[in-house]
């Protein structure tokens, strides 16, 4: 063994199947002592007023820390909790209990990046060696066909260049044993911090959410066997991905890719075994098409650094924004008088979840209609998205405000139409706009519409039951 003790630093891979940083420790030490850090920087307030991590997200990630925990346990191990700066109280609890590495998961964007550089440089000022491991993508760094500066511009020429001249690597085997430090060592090894103490509060469950999400790598596997083969819902998943109420039309699988308590590269595997056991066809190819989406956005995300966060995004493209607060705040609360839009954005405010159309919509809207600052809404979603990535928002975000990766010039999207599309009889707004529910059929979509008796009819006034539309162009636009 090289290392009598290894610090595994948990960070975006709370998982024990497929996991490299795990697996390498184990091979190369005695003992490993498995850590996650709470750093009170992802919990403070952002220029907007929002936390950075909100109540959704923060409770999927203490549930899927309380199963990690629970898994390590079962093969010997545990996993002991620090609170602090990282850079600082990792090191610090690796001298004291005398690990010579510390191992961990790489990031790619700055706040983290600097992170690990700090973290390095206080590592070896104690004599403490540390060593990464590249596991967040389907398609590992290492084998790119290019460059990762080389990285296309149009994903679709990355992705065909990726699909011809590059291989998914295998999954690292699930460990059978975690040989952990005797009580001795590690007397205490703290307890998960309640959302309380992370100044959050318990979100409610919203009776309208039909959402049944719970962090944890457990959770992660049970919806995968769940989706794919005991409701077979795998063979029909692109016809259905574009759904807005249930929880199988789409496979639900970001949340537990956003923290890592799944792989890309274990979904990739069980798409593969359906296909040979069950059947191959657009929808089996289709998942793994949209994991190689998320490939896509981190690999931008490494090769442009900053220039993601920053208004002029990758284009380096100036534009006149609104920063119209009040505006802001119409939309972030489903106040807009365009029931789409609201409904979608009632729906993230209560559950914490958007369906990938409706983060469409709801951003061509603040951006193109209300001409609003994109990275308001990018810090908005990040807040309180549960699969909040942070390279999968800023790129979308910037790909709609059209500084991004979008080879089209203007993304703007016709709000009635995308209903007409994708919510004809109007039951999704029905189901979050409730103030309009006794608006019958498509015309609930466009109550602007309705004759002052009509609307009558059903007890609305706009502008008091429900509001008028903030722009008038929706009223012009045609289904």
Known sequence: MKYKRIVVWFRNDLRVSDNETLSKAIQQSQKIIPLYCFDPRMFEKTELGFPKTGNFRAKFLLESLENLRSSLKKLGGDLVILKGKPEEVIPEFSEKVGAKAIFYSQEVTSEEKNVEKSLEKEAFRKGIEVESHWQSTLYHLEDLP??????PEVFTQFRKEVEKLSRVRSTYPTPKKVKFPSEDL??????????????????????????????????????????????????????????????????????????????????????KKYEKQRTKNDSTYWVIFELVWRDYFRFIAKKHGDKIFQLTGIKNQEDSWSR?????????????????????????????????????????????????????????????????????????????????????????????????NYDPKGEFVRHWVTEIQSITGFDIHQPWDLSTSQLRAVKIQLG????????DSIRKMEV
């Open 146 to 151: 290019f460059p990762v500066k080389q990285t």
């Open 186 to 271: 590690i007397p205490e090894k703290g307890e998960l911090p309640t959302l309380n103490s992370l100044g959050l509060e318990d979100p409610k469950q919203d009776s309208r959410s039909w959402l049944v999400l719970k962090g944890g790598e457990e959770s992660a596997f049970g919806r995968l066997q769940s989706y794919f083969w005991e409701k077979d819902c795998l063979k029909s998943y692109k016809k259905t991905r574009n759904g807005l109420l249930g929880m199988d039309y789409s496979t639900k699988f970001s949340s537990w890719l956003s923290l890592g308590c799944i792989s890309p590269r274990s979904i990739f595997e069980e798409v």
């Open 324 to 420: 119209d607060r009040d505006q802001f705040d119409l939309w972030v609360e489903g106040e807009t008088g365009v029931p789409f839009v609201d409904a979608n954005m009632r729906e993230l405010k209560n559950t914490g979840f958007m369906s990938n159309r409706g983060r469409q919509i709801v951003a061509s809207f603040l951006i193109n209609d209300l001409g609003i600052d994109w990275t308001w809404g990018a810090s908005y979603f990040e807040s309180l998205l549960i699969d909040y990535d942070v390279c999968s928002n800023w790129g979308n975000w910037m790909y709609v405000g059209g500084v991004g990766n979008d080879p089209r010039e203007n993304r703007h999207f016709n709000i009635l139409r995308q209903a007409k």
């Open 464 to 471: 008091h039951t429900y509001p008028q539309p903030m722009v």
